[in-house]
C-alpha cells in the first residue's frame, strides 16, 4: 500500500512543472532584431501556430489537475496497481510538453497531430482508469463530470486524427469542441436521472 497523499503530491509538482515548460517552445527566435515595431508586432503574431497548441495542451492539463483535486477519496492508502498506473499517468503528462512543441512546429504535417492525439488519448485513457481504480468513490458527485470529460478529450482527439488525414493545419481545432463538456456532462446527468427514476 503506498500513502495517497505522496502520490498527490508528486501530481502537483510534476503538474506544475509539465503546464510552466509548455511556453518554452513560443519564443521569438535569438536571432530576431526587428526594426520597427510593425515588424515586432507581425514576429510575434506568426508565433501563433505554436501559441494556440500552447493554450490547448496549457487547459486540458489545468483542467485533468483540477478535476483530479475535486475527487477525494476517503482512503489514506492506494493499491500497488493503482501507484503504478499513477506514475505512468505522470509520465504521459510530461511528455504534452514534447508533443505540443512537435504540433506547434509541424502542426501542418499529419504524424505531429497523430503524436499529440495519442498523448491526449492516452492521458485520458489512464485518468479514466485512474478514476475507476480509486478506493472509495461510488457515489462521488464529480465522478460522471470527470468520466464524461476524460470521453470527450478522448472523442476529440479521434476526430483530429480524422481531421488530420484531409486538413492536418486545421486539425487541432476540433479540441475547441472540449468546451461543450459541461452540456455533456449536464446531458449525461439527465439521462442517468431518466434510468434511475424509471
Known sequence: MYPKARIEALTDGIFAVAMTILILDVRLPEDFHPADSNALLHAVGDLWPKFVPYVISFFVLGNS???SIQLKSGEEFVTRTYAARSLLYLFLATCLPFSTTVLGRFGHLAPAVWLYAANLAALSALGYRLVTLMPDLAGHQRLLDRKVALVFLMVTSALSVVLSFFVPS??????????LTPHATRWARSQRAGVEAS
Do not use: G, R, S
Open 170 to 179: 486545421e486539425a487541432m481545432w476540433v479540441y475547441l469542441l472540449n468546451i
Open 65 to 67: 489537475w483540477l478535476a
